[in-house]
């Protein structure tokens, strides 16, 4: 069963930078499109940033573009995402995800759905302390 292990979540200061990876286990599930959301507890799980894999183009939530930055290594078969300038408010796991179909052009409208990613990772804590 393909996975997705994230690891470099831990406690920072406000201001401070995390960078999160997402390792998959197989290449299959590196095709059209990977992304990043985040829940909080008592909140949703919400988008933060997605990218295609065979382009690199990326996406990001309006109000954390600037301060993140998503990207991938395909030598490595693994997500990056840079997180900078980091609030109290980024406080919440972080979630990678894969959308393994083939080649879809829906990925780039649908990126922000959960629904369009079909594997998943457990999660990595991330506390930003004030």
């Known amino acids: 069963q393909v996975q997705l292990v994230e690891s470099g979540g831990g406690v920072v200061q406000a201001g401070g930078s995390l960078r999160l990876s997402c390792a998959a286990s197989?290449?299959?599930?590196?095709?059209?499109?990977m992304g990043w959301f985040r829940q909080a507890p008592g909140k949703e799980r919400e988008f933060v940033a997605a990218?295609?894999?065979?382009?690199?183009?990326?996406y990001y939530a309006d109000s954390l573009q600037g301060r993140f930055r998503v990207s991938r290594s395909d030598y490595e078969n693994t997500l990056y995402l840079q997180m900078n300038s980091l609030k109290p408010e980024d406080t919440a796991v972080y979630y990678c995800?894969?959308?393994?179909?083939?080649?879809?052009?829906?990925?780039?409208?649908?990126?922000?759905?959960?629904?369009?990613?079909?594997?998943w990772g457990q999660g990595t804590q991330v506390t930003v302390s004030s």
């Open positions: 197989e290449r299959t599930v590196l095709k059209n499109g």
């Open positions: 995800g894969a959308d393994s179909t083939e080649y879809d052009p829906k990925f780039y409208t649908a990126h922000m759905h959960l629904k369009t990613y079909d594997v």
């Open positions: 990218i295609t894999w065979s382009s690199g183009t990326t």
